[in-house]
T-cell receptor, first 112, second 113 residues
Framework: QKEVEQNSGPLSVPEGAIASLNCTYSDRGSQSFFWYRQYSGKSPELIMSIYSNGDKEDGRFTAQLNKASQYVSLLIRDSQPSDSATYLCAVSPGNNFNKFYFGSGTKLNVKP | DAGITQSPRHKVTETGTPVTLRCHQTENHRYMYWYRQDPGHGLRLIHY???????DKGEVSDGYSVSRSKTEDFLLTLESATSSQTSVYFC????????????FGQGTRLTVV
């Protein structure tokens, strides 16, 4: 079982819609969770981090964490074509919060 | 952008030759990481360092070694490159401690022929 699981997609949404990206993790002791965006041929770029259950909003992005269900999600409101990228979920394991395990990423396509 | 520089950015090498990739940071962060990224596998941790001369293995460490003689430099060595090590390699840094994030370098595309 992989530490972090994501649907590879592609997820296609029309411009202006809400894109919902999901991630599950296996280590119940995990405390830190991150979303990265990666454009083709580029390096991963941190979008958001979340450490507590509930929602965290930053502009058009909202991260949601449910530790009981071992589930973290990213919502992108008013999706733009420039949001088209691969989104990577990362989790720090409970026994070492200075390590980062990544999912394989979900490819998002926002159609004009 | 976080001050992380990877070199070289691209390299083609022959099977069986040694290869060293360099990661240099100007942030004075304690933690440094080497990941490889392959289609369908996402980012996989090769090795990481939690201080000068302090390193540990990640998920896919076989065939790789690392060294960190200075805070700012973290080297990844493929002792005898194989075609299965063809990949994009990313270095990342983190300040460490709780509630900290990792930031990535530009990546090195390595092709072993």
């Amino acid at each position: 079982q992989k530490e972090v699981e994501q649907n590879s997609g592609p997820l296609s949404v029309p411009e202006g819609a809400i894109a919902s990206l999901n991630c599950t993790y296996s280590d119940r002791g995990s405390q830190s969770f991150f979303w990265y965006r990666q454009y083709s041929g580029k390096s991963p770029e941190l979008i958001m981090s979340i450490y507590s259950n509930g929602d965290k909003e930053d502009g058009r992005f909202t991260a949601q964490l449910n530790k009981a269900s071992q589930y973290v999600s990213l919502l992108i409101r008013d999706s733009q074509p420039s949001d088209s990228a691969t989104y990577l979920c990362a989790v720090s394991p409970g026994n070492n919060f200075n390590k980062f395990y990544f999912g394989s990423g979900t490819k998002l396509n926002v159609k004009p | 952008d976080a001050g992380i520089t990877q070199s070289p950015r691209h390299k083609v090498t022959e099977t069986g030759t040694p290869v060293t990739l360099r990661c240099h940071q100007t942030e004075n962060h304690r933690y440094m990481y080497w990941y490889r990224q392959d289609p369908g596998h996402g980012l996989r941790l090769i090795h990481y360092s939690y201080g000068v001369k302090d390193t540990d293995k990640g998920e896919v460490s076989d065939g790789y070694s690392v060294s960190r003689s200075k805070t700012e430099d973290f080297l990844l060595t493929l002792e005898s490159a194989t075609s299965s090590q063809t990949s994009v390699y990313f270095c990342a840094i983190s300040a460490g401690g709780g509630d900290t994030e990792a930031f990535f370098g530009q990546g090195t595309r390595l092709t072993v022929v």
